[in-house]
């Protein structure tokens, strides 16, 4: 379908991007991590609060990444801010408690991860997330970042056009975090049953690429953006959904995972790059998947800067110090900077200074 063209807001200038992300994302990211990092530390349950803590201090760039998304409309950035990094610091403090901490119970997986289908539900009441494991008192930690979503979320002008699709998303999302954190000798299995439900709708993808870009907030984000427009259809909201996953969202998690091969390998943690028979099929399905997100944007109205998000996405993972200290995916990441652009050039050099900056 044709989007319809209206006001132009978002930048689709690497300059004027990076200039909005300095003046207005990184400081109001900061400023909420730093409001949760204080609720976080009065969490009475010591193995809650670390798991809290840490997931703010080791994945702050999360936030930080969804953030961009609210440069693209200023008169929302604050609540795009606000609602963003609520919602990645729930996904983020979860896939601690399921990755990191003291359970293999699906069932207590897929009960933490209701708070992220309340959140995203304006009208939803609070549940007991913790209902199936030992650790409880959090001091209302999780409830408030659930109601913080909520809050923002009611602001938004057309999300109603949009929620069907950001609850399809995030059901997906909650799918994937059950089975790849259940016992090791399950997840496969589990996965792969998964997968055959979706595959007919996804042909062209293998079973790991579909469980990487459901492992993506990045569509959610996007979906948020666009519920800023009171002008908004029912059709424009299932078409931006379609644009964005599977491709974009399969890219930002494929590189994730890529330059993560050695510390999930030292962790015994399952990591979707590691299912492609050999180096020549990595880089050959990934790039694909490149190519594949940047067609699929140009049937967006703003496409200009969703291409960048696209070319931040691999500058960001591309250039991230564990690159370095791994060989294979050093070539790997060579091969991929080959086809790069000026545009990814320009990220690259940012995306190492704000690194720089929180050394």
Known sequence: MIIAKRSKQAPTGAIRLMHRVYKYVLPSVDAELAKLKEK???IPDPE???????SIRDKKFHC?????YAAANLQYHEV????IVALQTISDYLDNLCDRSTSLDADDFRMLHQSMLDAINPTAELQDYYAYRTEKDDNGYLHGLVQQCQTQIRKLPA???????VHELVSLYCDLQVYKHIAKDQREE??????RLHQNKYPQLQWNEFAAATGSTLGMFMLFLNATDPELTEQEGQAFKDIYFPHVCALHILLDYLIDQAEDKAGGDLNFCSYYKDEASL???IAMIVNRAREDVQHLPESGFHRLIIEGLL?????????????????VSKQLMKRSPITRLFFLMNSMWIRKQQA
């Open 315 to 331: 500058a960001l993972y591309l250039s991230d110090p564990k690159v370095q200290q791994q060989s294979d995916v050093r070539k």
């Open 159 to 165: 999300y109603d056009k949009v929620q069907p699709h």
């Open 64 to 68: 930080q990444g969804g953030g961009v």
């Open 40 to 42: 976080a530390q009065h």
């Open 190 to 195: 589990k996965l792969l049953s998964w997968w």
């Open 283 to 285: 880089v050959e399905r």
């Open 80 to 83: 795009l801010i606000s609602l």
């Open 48 to 54: 809650l609060r670390q798991q809290a803590l840490n």
